[in-house]
């Protein structure tokens, strides 16, 4: 099944740091750009993060970027988000997304999503 | 960036009903925009990419047009499992930032 799967969320106090974790199965991750998207308590949908195939490439949403930092691992089929200086605006529910391919091979939506995992930030 | 505008922000309707929800850019896209669809609680699923075309799985009722900044995803009878949360999004130059509208929730009249 192909699938991916978050962890890492939690409840975390304003300014502190947090590591996400997405695990991706069921098909090849290096052939896949990969996206975070979070949505905070009864918002939207917001896109914060993209990484290419290889990772040399790197995008951010402005309302996180110098805090927030993007990664994968290849090797291990696995995507990572580190959050530092975190606000108490970064409370939501954060998503992994796997990025549709055209014939192209350009990018065309996100069609597997994870179930996500929930971040707080509060004292 | 481009930002991306979706109406109405609520629609009320009945089952069997034909809904038709619009996604507006502040400047040209082409085609590259994407459908989906959000339940409470859960992922949201991709319904529509290069605003017309029907992801694998996808029950036919729904159909997407459009292209430049004008949008709209079309329910052509309402099902009882389709009230949910519509959101479109743009990924035009295939580079990054690729944002989303506010979404349209789809109520039950």
């Known amino acids: 099944e192909v699938q991916v799967v978050e962890s890492g969320g939690g409840l975390v106090q304003p300014g502190g740091s947090l590591r996400l974790s997405c695990a991706a199965s069921?098909?090849?991750?290096?052939?896949?750009?990969m996206n975070w998207v979070r949505q905070a308590p009864g918002k939207g949908l917001e896109w914060l993060s993209y990484i290419s195939r290889g990772g040399g490439f790197i995008y951010y949403a402005d309302s996180v970027k110098g805090r927030f930092t993007v990664s994968r691992d290849n090797a291990k089929n696995s995507l990572y988000l580190q959050m530092n200086s975190l606000r108490a605006e970064d409370t939501a529910v954060y998503y992994c997304a796997r990025g549709r391919i055209d014939s192209s091979s350009r990018d065309d939506g996100f069609d597997i999503w994870g179930q996500g995992t929930m971040v707080t930030v509060s004292s | 960036d481009i930002q991306m505008t979706q109406s109405p922000s609520t629609l009320s309707a009945s089952v069997g009903d034909r809904v038709t929800i619009t996604c507006r850019a502040s400047?040209?896209?082409?085609?590259?925009l994407a459908w989906y669809q959000q339940k409470p609680g859960k992922a949201p699923k991709l319904l529509i990419y290069k605003a017309s075309s029907l992801e694998s799985g996808v029950p036919s009722r729904f159909s997407g047009s459009g292209s430049g900044t004008e949008f709209t995803l079309t329910i052509s009878s309402l099902q009882p499992d389709d009230f949910a949360t519509y959101y479109c999004q743009q990924y035009n130059g295939y580079s990054p930032p690729y944002t989303f509208g506010q979404g349209t929730k789809l109520e039950i009249k």
């Open positions: 069921g098909f090849t991750f290096s052939s896949y750009r």
């Open positions: 400047q040209s896209i082409n085609s590259c």
